[in-house]
C-alpha cells in the first residue's frame, strides 16, 4: 500500500500573504461600494484645513441633500475652476454660501451656488488617503503575485513573495513621500529689518524638526501640526526654512523594521536556505 501524500501545511508566510491579499481586496471593494453608491472619496492635497483635514487625509462624501448649514464641511468647485476644494461653510446668505479653510485667515474669494458643491462630508481618516493614492498599485501588485506564484516553482515560491512584498512596502514610499512633508503657509511681508517670520505645517505622518538659518528651531513637531519660526533674511529677502526627520533611535528602528521587513525576511530566508544546502552536501 502506498504511502498518501500529506497535504501541503500552511507556512506563517502563506498566511501572511493571504491576510495582505484579503485586506488590499477589502480596500478594493470598500471603496468601489462607496463609489458606486454614489459617494466620494479624495485624498486632501493642500494643508488649508490643517489640523482638522491636513495632508494625506482621506475625504469621504455623499452628494448634498437638506439645506447647507455654517459649521459643516462640503466638496466644490469654485467658480471659474477646475479644481475641486474641500473647506467649511463658514455663511449661507441670500447671495450664496461662503467658505473658508480652517488654517485660512480670510473667507475664500468666491461665493458659491448650491449647483456647484459636489458633496457633503461624510467622515475623513487621517493619513488614509496615501493609502486610497497607493491602492491601484497595491491592487494590480498582489494579483500580479498571485498569478505569478503559479508559474514558480514551489521551491523558489517564498523568495518571490519576500522580494516582491519588498516592493510593494518601499515603492509606495518612495513614490508618494507620505512620512516627512511640509508646506510654508505664509511670511510676514510687513516685518522690518533682517528679521522675518515663517508660518510652516508639517504635512508628513512622522514628526519633523523645522529650523530657519540663523535663527529658532523646533523639534518633535507632529502631523498635521503648524509651526511659527522666525530669523533673518538672506539677500534678496528670503526665508530659508530647513525640514528634518524627528525621530527617536527608537523610532528609526520601528520604522526601518516596518518598510523593511519583507527585504530583512528575505535576507534571513535565503541565509538560512544556503546553510541548509552547504549542510546537506
Keep these: 500500500m502506498s504511502p498518501m501524500a500529506s497535504p501541503s501545511r500552511s507556512t506563517g508566510l502563506d498566511r501572511a500573504v493571504h491576510a495582505l491579499v484579503l485586506a ?14 454614489g459617494g466620494s472619496l479624495y485624498t486632501m492635497s493642500t494643508p488649508s484645513m490643517c489640523p482638522a483635514v491636513c495632508v494625506g487625509a482621506l475625504v469621504a462624501d455623499r452628494p448634498l441633500a437638506g439645506p447647507v448649514r455654517p459649521g459643516e464641511l462640503i466638496t466644490f468647485l469654485p467658480p471659474g475652476s477646475r479644481t475641486t476644494y474641500t473647506h467649511r461653510v463658514v455663511a449661507v446668505t441670500p447671495r450664496g454660501i461662503t467658505t473658508k479653510g480652517d488654517r485660512e485667515t480670510a473667507p475664500d474669494p468666491w461665493v458659491l451656488q448650491r449647483a ?9 481618516w487621517w493619513g488614509a488617503g496615501w493609502l486610497l493614492r ?5 491592487a494590480v501588485g498582489m494579483a500580479a503575485l498571485v498569478g505569478l506564484e503559479a508559474t514558480i516553482r514551489p521551491r523558489y515560491r517564498n523568495s ?8 510593494l512596502a518601499i515603492v509606495p514610499v518612495v513614490v508618494l513621500d507620505p512620512l516627512f512633508r511640509a508646506e510654508l503657509i505664509q511670511t510676514d511681508p510687513s516685518a522690518r529689518g533682517r528679521w ?6 508639517n504635512t508628513g505622518l512622522l514628526p519633523a524638526r523645522f529650523s530657519v538659518s540663523g535663527g529658532q528651531s523646533r523639534s518633535n513637531v507632529p502631523s498635521s501640526q503648524p509651526v511659527l519660526l522666525a530669523g533673518p533674511r538672506l539677500h534678496g529677502g528670503a526665508l530659508v526654512v530647513h525640514q528634518a526627520p524627528s525621530l527617536s533611535w527608537w523610532g528609526w528602528s520601528v520604522l526601518v523594521l516596518l518598510v523593511a521587513s519583507p527585504l530583512l525576511a528575505f535576507v534571513v530566508r535565503t541565509g538560512l536556505g544556503y546553510r541548509r544546502e552547504r549542510s546537506r552536501a
Design 116 to 124: 456647484q458643491i459636489t458633496g457633503r462630508v461624510v467622515f475623513t
Design 160 to 167: 518571490l513573495r519576500l522580494a516582491w512584498l519588498t516592493a
Design 196 to 201: 522675518s517670520t515663517a508660518l510652516v505645517v
Design 24 to 37: 488590499v481586496a477589502a480596500c478594493v471593494v470598500a471603496s468601489l461600494s462607496w463609489t458606486l453608491s
Design 134 to 138: 497607493a491602492l491601484p498599485f497595491l
